[in-house]
């Protein structure tokens, strides 16, 4: 871990099946605090079984050390590399054979908000996109820092509307800016529960990987 790239060292925890073996992939980004493999959890959860997951370990197990709404230069340079070791998991599946187009990107809470962040600045189809509990980065959502084009990547946005980590309003507007790139979101507000991960979240998730590689 160096002071510029302090995620230069991440390491992969894996489930599933061997990526040279999968011809689909999953990229699982755990939340502050936690740990990839409890990330990948999430794996036992969907019904597939040929998929090849990713799951990238932050450093002291935080990705970005302030909150997500917070300006993005008070998480630097953590937020930078955090979104490198994405590109990393992305490269990783690209050189066994699964493009991103056969790939979903997921996150919980903080690692929610890096896959929202991710993605949004890099648009193009993917497999999938989901975010548990987060959305976009920055004391306010700027526009100009996202392009490309989702090209109808399904998307799955949830959270509570009582979350005392994620403003609902956030959640929307993290919404917008995927659906103006061309993802095709699915949001789902879920009132006056706690900051977790839901069966109903789940199932719908269950759906998109299930469509991986048509």
Same mark, same amino acid.
């Given at each position: 871990?160096?002071?510029?790239?302090?995620?230069?060292?991440?390491?992969?925890a894996?489930?599933?099946?061997?990526?040279?073996?999968?011809d689909?992939g999953?990229?699982?980004?755990?939340?502050?605090?936690?740990?990839?493999?409890?990330?990948?959890?999430?794996?036992?959860e969907?019904e597939?079984?040929?998929?090849?997951?990713?799951?990238?370990?932050?450093?002291?197990?935080?990705?970005?050390?302030?909150?997500?709404?917070?300006?993005?230069?008070?998480?630097?340079?953590?937020?930078?590399?955090?979104?490198?070791v994405?590109?990393?998991a992305?490269?990783?599946?690209?050189?066994?054979?699964?493009?991103?187009?056969n790939?979903?990107?997921?996150g919980f809470s903080?690692?929610?908000?890096?896959?929202?962040?991710?993605?949004a600045?890099?648009?193009?189809?993917?497999g999938?996109?989901?975010?548990?509990s987060g959305?976009?980065?920055g004391?306010?959502?700027?526009?100009?820092?996202?392009?490309?084009?989702?090209?109808?990547t399904p998307?799955?946005?949830?959270?509570? +509307?009582s979350?005392?980590h $994620?403003? !609902?309003?956030? #959640?929307? *507007?993290?919404?917008?800016v995927l659906?103006? %790139? @061309?993802?095709?979101?699915?949001?789902?507000?879920?009132? +006056?529960?706690?900051?977790? $991960?839901? !069966?109903?979240? #789940?199932? *719908?998730?269950?759906g998109?990987?299930?469509? %991986? @590689?048509?």
């Amino acid at each position: 871990m160096s002071a510029d790239d302090p995620h230069a060292d991440a390491g992969f925890a894996t489930a599933g099946v061997d990526p040279e073996d999968a011809d689909v992939g999953a990229v699982l980004i755990h939340g502050r605090g936690a740990t990839a493999q409890s990330v990948l959890g999430l794996a036992e959860e969907f019904e597939r079984d040929d998929v090849a997951y990713l799951a990238p370990q932050a450093a002291n197990r935080t990705w970005y050390p302030q909150s997500f709404l917070a300006a993005t230069d008070a998480n630097q340079p953590h937020l930078d590399s955090a979104l490198g070791v994405l590109s990393r998991a992305l490269d990783r599946l690209a050189d066994a054979g699964i493009d991103a187009e056969n790939v979903l990107l997921l996150g919980f809470s903080q690692g929610a908000c890096l896959t929202t962040e991710y993605a949004a600045r890099h648009a193009q189809r993917y497999g999938g996109l989901a975010a548990f509990s987060g959305g976009l980065i920055g004391e306010a959502v700027e526009r100009e820092r996202y392009g490309g084009d989702f090209d109808g990547t399904p998307a799955f946005v949830g959270c509570s +509307d009582s979350d005392p980590h $994620i403003p !609902e309003e956030r #959640v929307h *507007a993290t919404t917008d800016v995927l659906r103006d %790139l @061309g993802a095709d979101v699915d949001e789902r507000i879920y009132p +006056d529960a706690p900051h977790g $991960i839901f !069966e109903d979240e #789940v199932d *719908a998730v269950n759906g998109i990987v299930n469509g %991986l @590689g048509e």
